[in-house]
Every structure is written in C-alpha cells, then in structure tokens.
C-alpha cells in the first residue's frame, strides 16, 4: 500500500477491514457506478443514435494513418457514459479471508503492464511529454490509469529505450475478453501538439509477455504487458532502515514473478537524483507503483505465491534480490550500504463485482458499432 498522510485518500485502495464487510463485498454481483448519465430505458433506437453520435465526436482524422481512427474506447453504448470517469474498485480482500465466495468471484486472468517506450518520434529526442495512458477492463471500463502527467511535469524521453514513469494500475486488471489501453499523449513545445492518440487492445491469449504497438500522430508507441493466471494482488512497501545520513536511494527497484526474466519498474531513483524524496518519517521509498499482479499455482503445481524485489545500483548490477513467500508479509535484506526492510499486503483480485449497468451497455451497441475497427 502507498504510504503518506492520513487523508492522502487519492493514494490508497479501499481497504475492506472486517470479515463482515468482506463477505459483503463479495456477497454483491454489481455496485453503483454512478452510472445515471442518461435513462438506459428509453427506446433501443435512442440509445443507439446516442452512441452514434457520441463516436463521432472520438473518431479524428490521423495523420500517421492518413485515416480516420478511434481515439477512445467504444465497445459499449456510450451514450451519457463518462469515459473519463476514474475506476473506483479497488483491492480485493486480503488471501488470508479465503471463503467459498473468493473462489467464486477470483479472476482467472489479470495482467502487469511491464513497460511503455517512445520507440519511434517523429520530433526526435529528447520530448518533453504529458497526459493520460489508461487501461480498461471489463469490471466498469472506467479509467485505470498508468500514465499521468500535467503540462506543468512532463516526462522527458531521451531515447528509444526509455519508458515512461508508470504510476498504476492500482488494481489488479481483468481479462476475460478484451483488454484496452488507452493513449493521449501531448509533446510539450510552442505549440504544443498531438503526439500519441488511439486505443490498442488485446484479448491476452498468450502467457508470454505481449507486445503491441501504436503509430499514430507523431510516434510509434510500444506497450508491453503480461498476462497471469489465477493471480492475486502482492501491494510492496520498501522502507530504508539503516544507511548513509540524509541520502536517499539512489538506484532501482523492480519486481518480478515467476519469470524471473521479465522484471517491472517500481523506482527509479536517478529520476529523482539528489532530491531525497521519501514518504513520511518512516523512510518508506517513495515507489512511483507498488501493486504486482502474481500468479497462483494450480493444484498439481509445486509452486509458491511469491513476489521477488530486486534492488539495482545502476543497468549493469547485479543487484539484489529478495523473495517473499506468501503468507510472509516482511523481508530484511542489506544492499550496499543500505539496510532494506520489503512489506508486502497479499489481496485477492476478484471479477466480481462489476458497475451495475455495464453489461446492459455491452448489449446496447449498434451492429455495426460491435466491433470497432481502431487501426483506421
């Protein structure tokens, strides 16, 4: 869990403390959205014609694709439906409440988004860049964001195999379907103009980590993400208890899985060189994100949930590794001349409860609307 003041709610999952609550959580097939934009009980044909007109305001014309393309999702009805709305579904309860209704309700698929890379720009490098990259899931295709940046903070790309500093996603990601990320990205200059625009999507077939690209406006972007079964929710907290006075850790952080090979990105502490940002008192590092998504094994597997951190002084390190089992909750580790305590908060990732009028929207699509084309 993020660590900080005691009203830094935007920083928090909603956390369910007592079983009582926890079995009503569960308990529950659909929870209110909000969702009361528009009246899903007027004619069909109106709602349809909403939509319609709702997705021609998100198709723009793209000058990489010399196309008209999608620029948003739009695989249900949009009509009155705010897709700029952030997710409010947090964690699922923690694995030690294990009930017939988490076996019920566990999501057979989720995913770690592992990287997003500039892999081609039409400006060069370095760009200063900011705005939004969101994932979409089935759960309530509100916004799960991964990327968020003010013009005032942008992120500067100084290369190819730069990634961009993730921030999410805060919970764990459903595939059951499709999945959808999301891209509106801005390069800062005089003006400033589109850089990166559309939506990629993916049904998460493979268990491989899964690579897809989006050209568009002025860049190719490269998301890459892997999909995990039967996954649960590992929420990491790296707190500095011994080390040199007054000097934060400079260096990386990672995680990984079982595939050892395939490591996601929770600090990077040459992008704030010098400044000592921690949180609190605590020493707790400030993680730029701190949910893994991490498989269970199946019945005949003889494997562990487990979560390794990895700490890195620089690319070429080869650092420090740290496991924790579940049910362990802590580990102390020493690297360098820094003494390491790692937490870790073990959650279920459920597939339940979904937005209350999600699959009535899924049903409401023109025909021709079912399967929007977003290539252009």
């Not at 990629?200 to 995990?228: A, H, K, Y």
Request: charged share 30%; hydrophobic share 35%; with cysteine.
């Amino acid at each position: 869990m993020w660590r900080g003041g005691d009203n830094d709610d935007s920083r928090h999952h909603r956390r369910i403390p007592r079983l009582v609550d926890i079995e009503a959580y569960i308990s529950e097939l659909y929870y209110s959205d909000d969702d009361d934009e528009v009246d899903l009980e007027q004619p069909r044909s109106e709602l349809e014609a909403l939509h319609i007109a709702r997705c021609d305001s998100i198709i723009q014309y793209d000058p990489k694709k010399d196309a008209r393309v999608f620029t948003r999702v739009c695989n249900i009805n949009l009509a009155g439906f705010d897709l700029d709305r952030e997710s409010k579904v947090g964690l699922g309860p923690p694995l030690k409440y294990d009930t017939p209704e988490t076996l019920r309700f566990g999501a057979q698929k989720s995913a770690n988004v592992i990287s997003v890379k500039v892999i081609e720009s039409d400006r060069g490098y370095p760009v200063s860049l900011y705005g939004t990259v969101v994932a979409r899931d089935i759960i309530d295709f509100r916004c799960i964001y991964l990327f968020r940046r003010e013009r005032e903070d942008p992120q500067i790309i100084n290369s190819a195999e730069d990634m961009l500093t993730l921030t999410g996603p805060r919970r764990g990601l459903i595939i059951s379907d499709f999945i959808y990320f999301e891209f509106d990205l801005k390069v800062k200059g005089d003006p400033d103009d589109d850089f990166s625009k559309g939506v990629i999507e993916d049904r998460g077939f493979d268990n491989e980590p899964i690579t897809i690209d989006l050209p568009s406006w002025l860049s190719t972007m490269e998301l890459v993400f892997q999909p995990v079964e039967l996954p649960v929710a590992a929420s990491l907290q790296v707190n500095i208890l011994n080390g040199p006075p007054n000097a934060p850790f400079i260096g990386k952080i990672s995680a990984c899985t079982r595939n050892t090979e395939t490591h996601i990105i929770l600090y990077d502490g040459r992008a704030t060189k010098g400044s000592g940002r921690l949180l609190g008192d605590d020493g707790s590092i400030l993680l730029s994100r701190n949910m893994v998504v991490v498989p269970t094994p199946r019945w005949y597997e003889e494997e562990e949930i487990l979560v390794h951190v990895c700490f890195f002084d620089d690319d070429e390190d080869e650092g420090t590794q740290v496991s924790v089992l579940h049910p362990d909750q802590e580990h102390v580790c020493t690297h360098g001349s820094h003494e390491l305590q790692v937490k870790v908060e073990w959650n279920f990732i459920l597939s339940r409860p979904r937005a209350k009028h999600i699959e009535t929207r899924a049903f409401l699509l023109p025909p021709f609307y079912t399967c929007p084309n977003y290539d252009g």
